[in-house]
Every structure is written in structure tokens, then in C-alpha cells.
């Protein structure tokens, strides 16, 4: 069993920063998969940013590329979130996931995410 905890969300004005955190603890860290989502409200989660065990690869979509970077610590058991230049449409729940065993292309759908954290509110004011 793996347990994800999220920190660092809050309210930062349009153009800001925040960093996410995700504390894993439970099992070993090593060779999982880490990913983010968000979800708005009335909408469906959707992915943000997923990184490999080894931190050498990442995936983002398209809607958070070049603006969003996703990087861990293996040695903390933390994965982060850095986001830049946030819009109000960025405002959402955000969810770190954590994939066991998927060899590959970096997972991008929620069902092949193995566990999950509580979320952490990002709310981005105009």
C-alpha cells in the first residue's frame, strides 16, 4: 500500500507561481511512476504531468506544457509540481497518482494510476 499526500496548493493571482509537493510513504518509491491531475469543478480529472522512477523522462499535456515542470526526489519520496505563469483556468483540484509497473509510454489515463492522494485546492484569481 502506498499513501500520497499533497501540500502546497492556495490562491496566487494570474501570471503567479506555486509549487506542489506529493509525500509518498508505505512502500518502496523506487520504479513508480508518478503522474498529477487536476480536476475543476463539473469537470472531469484530467492529466497534467506524469515523470518517471528515474526522473530522465516526463509527459505533459498540452494545456500545461512549457508552463508546468514535474520533478522527484527519490530520496525524499517526493514528486513536485512547479507552475508558472498560472492562468485562472488552471484553477482546479490538483491529484498526485502514483503507477506501478508501466513499462513504456508514460501513462496519461486515470486508470492506470494504482493509487491516489486526497488533492490540494489551486485556485487562480484574474
Do not use: H
Request: charged letters at 20%; aromatic letters at 12%.
Amino acid at each position: 500500500q502506498v499513501q500520497l499526500v499533497e501540500s502546497g496548493g492556495g490562491l496566487v493571482q494570474a501570471g503567479g507561481s506555486l509549487r506542489l509537493s506529493c509525500a509518498a510513504s508505505g512502500r518502496t518509491f523506487r520504479g513508480y511512476t508518478m503522474g498529477w491531475f487536476r480536476q475543476a469543478p463539473g469537470k472531469e480529472r484530467e492529466f497534467a504531468a506524469a515523470v518517471r522512477w528515474s526522473g530522465g523522462s516526463t509527459y505533459y499535456a498540452d494545456s500545461v506544457k512549457g508552463r508546468f515542470t514535474i520533478s522527484r526526489d527519490n530520496a525524499k519520496n517526493t514528486v513536485y509540481l512547479q507552475m508558472n505563469s498560472l492562468k485562472p483556468e488552471d484553477t482546479a483540484v490538483y491529484y498526485c497518482a502514483a503507477a506501478i509497473g508501466r513499462p513504456g509510454v508514460l501513462p496519461s489515463g486515470r486508470s492506470e494510476y494504482d493509487y491516489w492522494g486526497q488533492g490540494t485546492q489551486v485556485t487562480v484569481s484574474s
